[in-house]
């Protein structure tokens, strides 16, 4: 038996209407959920206090900091890494089994488990170059976490600049490099900034790598051989040993809510750059 | 002519990959000529003009055999700057091309980069832009985006572009392809004027635009040179029957 096709066109419409819905209506319960819970407990007080016994009463503040450095820290690390990368990938060689080799360990650094390179990170930063548990030692680890997405992602965005830009540049006696910067990197942003803010997203939520190399110190971080808890610890540890479930949705919401802002500022501020390139 | 030509080809071959596009081709083009280009789809002209400023060298698994010398330097060797060389043979191709930035950091970009002072460019532009027979209509917008524009103004941005970098050599690649007759004319006048100060070699499959606006013609035919010498001559009394056919539209 065949469907009437229009019939057939409205049931497929109505089934990838239900599935998309399904998926945001998760993504809803997970924010409805985490704000109910923890919104309450957010306050000035609880982002500029430090914690006091153990987390059960008290803020957050020093797992501001920590993340915040930690996440900076390791952003800062691996952008210039990846990106130069793909530069390099997609600017400097033709495809060869070279290119292919590195683009194929970059995809298998992407499929380590967090666990495993968390043990990776304590035994050689921790451990091996004795930077012990420490912003240093975190900040690193992320950024070998972080590099595959912000290859991949700064990759395709410079080979989604078309070809014909650079033709032109080579033509008006611009050299490779002024071309790279003038005309690619520029056109590239917005898709290298994504790659970056995923980066970001995923660097705030990491717990496992940060269990092994940067440590659960309560203290604020200050050097950067300091031991540093970031809020996504903070919120394992204070579920996890039942200290305080408040205070564990709380920071949830924080967290939650910093990676909403920082994308959206990224989006902002894409939005200028993009005004003022075309 | 008893000068010393500007350029000299001496038995330049080029292939892509498997397919040769120049074959032994030797021709002088002398200071301040318009020298045409013509032939059919396929007959080397693009090619050749990418040869000149070593535009060819981006082209994947390309080689090529001979000489090319600009005021007797040989510009194939591997001790030529190319950047320099882009710098002094621009090259205006088919395709306009807008970079993604306002029409007047189209203009001054590369300008600017091969060290232009600030305080010069704004004049740079202008003058380039009026060459190119596109100041009148930009003129209150030179801060737009060069993508609004329209494709025949595109086409003379690209040439004005060229004309910014102040080359001695200006190498154009069916510049008019895309504009209605007034404003061809127009460009074809500016070119008279640029012919002062520039050296121009003009690729065009319009053979009336050939017979019009050049002083020299080059008749190629699938990679070779079939005939060359003053327009008129060319266009009057050809010396290849090919020539003859080409012009007079009974193929190409």
Known sequence: MRLDPRVSQALIKALLWTLTGFTLLILIVIIVNISVEGLPRVSLGFLTQEPHDMGRSGGIFSTVVATAYITLLAIAVATPLGVGTAIYLTEYTRESWMTRLIRFGAECLAGVPSIILGLFGFVLFVLKLGFGWSVLSGGLTLAIMVLPIIIRTSEEAIKAVPEDYRVVCSSLGLSKWQTITHIVLPSALPGITTGVMLSVGRSLGETAVLLFTAGAALRTPVSLFDSGRTMAVHFYILAREGLSMPNAYGTAAVLMFSILFINLAAYGLMQRLMRRFS | ?252
């Not at chain 2, 350029?7 to 318009?34: C, M, N, T, V």
């Open chain 2, 1 to 252: 002519m008893e000068q010393p030509p500007k350029i000299r080809i001496d038995g330049l071959s080029f292939w892509y990959k498997d397919f040769q596009a120049l074959d032994q081709l030797s021709l002088e083009i002398y200071p301040h000529e318009i020298f045409g280009l013509m032939g059919p789809a396929k007959s080397g002209k693009s090619t050749l003009l990418k040869v000149l400023n070593r535009l060819s060298d981006l082209i994947p698994e390309a080689r090529l055999e001979g000489r090319v010398y600009v005021d007797g330097q040989d510009i194939l060797g591997p001790e030529t700057d190319v950047v320099a060389l882009r710098r002094r043979v621009g090259l205006v191709l088919s395709k306009p091309v807008p970079l993604p930035r306002s029409i007047y950091e189209n203009l001054v970009l590369a300008p600017r980069l091969a060290g232009r002072p600030p305080k010069e460019l704004p004049a740079l532009a202008e003058e380039a832009l009026k060459a190119a027979r596109l100041w009148d209509e930009v003129k209150d917008r030179l801060h737009d985006s060069a993508l609004k524009l329209s494709g025949g103004q595109q086409q003379r941005l690209c040439l004005a572009r060229t004309l910014a970098m102040q080359p001695e050599i200006i190498l154009l690649d069916e510049p008019t392809s895309g504009l209605d007759p007034i404003s061809t004319a127009k460009i074809e006048e500016t070119l008279f004027q640029l012919k002062a100060r520039y050296t121009i070699i003009l690729v065009s499959n319009n053979t009336k635009q050939i017979a019009r606006a050049t002083d020299r013609t080059a008749f190629l035919l699938m990679g070779r040179l079939i005939e060359v010498g003053e327009t008129s001559q060319v266009f009057t009394v050809p010396r290849d029957r090919r020539t003859d056919d080409y012009i007079s539209g009974r193929f190409g």
